[in-house]
């Protein structure tokens, strides 16, 4: 949105024409953009950041989470090559698996799936059980505050109780889900132990050459999850550091030196981001946020 636009929404407001809903978009699709500017940004420019001083701990931890990225890929790649090794000396031994062995396989795949999606499930439950207890610690500090200015009265303490009430059955009820699926993972677990054992003693009817074979699957499998999963949040962490970084570095590319060094490849983007920054602001404003 421009400044022109706003004036011109602002004198259709004046006339009722708020079109609330659609700046609240306009304003959550920039927002979205302008995220990912910047740490497009910030992964672009975090190397010439290093004696910006707000900026230490983004840069350091970077470093550290880069040497350990490059760690972890190079235990990938040696995992996969264990795996390529050992599915290569198991095609050797064993000239086909039992119907048996292939029906026991996908039973454990799809186990592995429905845990995958349980565990999803999880953390996304813990994670709106933090948000709520954040809320709730916020309006209990919120009525010590008042407590103790002597400004708690009945109106505002009532709402405030009955709002917490809210967030503790909320929170009691992510609580009972998040103990049904514990529950639900164990059962697969126990499940998916029981077709290990199936798998195994199915495995033993085949030539004893290729157990070290299964072994080596098996254990390569497990390592290239782990590393997968490692990675992933390591680039998660590094992703959101870049955006601090991208955002810092485009909001003061005129007032600090380093960072308008650092920005001078991309002062388009700069000035982009700067436009959305307004944009945002001014749908913001239109919309009584």
């Not at 920039?30 to 975090?46: K, S």
């Not at 701990?57 to 760690?71: F, V």
């Amino acid at each position: 949105m421009t400044t022109t636009r706003y004036l011109l929404a602002r004198i259709a407001l004046a006339f009722g024409i708020s079109r609330r809903q659609r700046r609240m978009a306009e304003a959550a699709s920039e927002t979205h953009l302008l995220r990912e500017a910047e740490q497009i940004l910030g992964e672009r420019v975090w190397e010439r950041v290093e004696t910006v001083e707000e900026l230490g701990i983004e840069y350091w931890t970077l470093r550290r989470l880069i040497a350990e990225k490059s760690e972890l890929l190079d235990k990938h790649s040696e995992a996969e090559e264990v795996l390529q090794s050992a599915h290569d000396q198991r095609a050797a031994l064993l000239s086909a698996k039992s119907d048996v062995t292939d029906e026991l396989d996908e039973q454990r795949a799809d186990l592995l799936e429905e845990m995958d999606e349980l565990a999803r499930h999880r953390d996304d439950i813990v994670r709106r059980a933090r948000d709520i207890r954040r809320l709730y610690d916020g309006i209990k500090t919120k009525l010590e505050v008042l407590r103790a200015e002597s400004r708690d009265d009945t109106q505002t303490v009532s709402t405030a109780k009955t709002r917490m009430e809210e967030l503790r059955l909320q929170f009691e009820s992510l609580k009972h889900e998040r103990t049904e699926i514990a529950t639900k993972i164990a059962k697969r677990n126990e499940k998916l132990d029981a077709i290990d054992e199936r798998i195994d003693a199915e495995r033993k009817k085949h030539r004893s050459e290729a157990a070290e074979a299964f072994q080596m699957i098996g254990d390569a499998n497990r390592k290239i999850s782990s590393f997968k999963a490692e990675i992933g949040l390591i680039e998660q962490e590094m992703q959101q550091l870049f955006g601090e970084i991208g955002r810092h570095v485009s909001r003061n590319a005129k007032a600090n030196p380093v960072c308008r060094a650092a920005t001078t490849d991309f002062q388009s983007m700069v000035e982009v981001m700067s436009a959305l920054r307004k944009s945002i602001n001014l749908n913001h404003r239109l919309t009584g946020a």
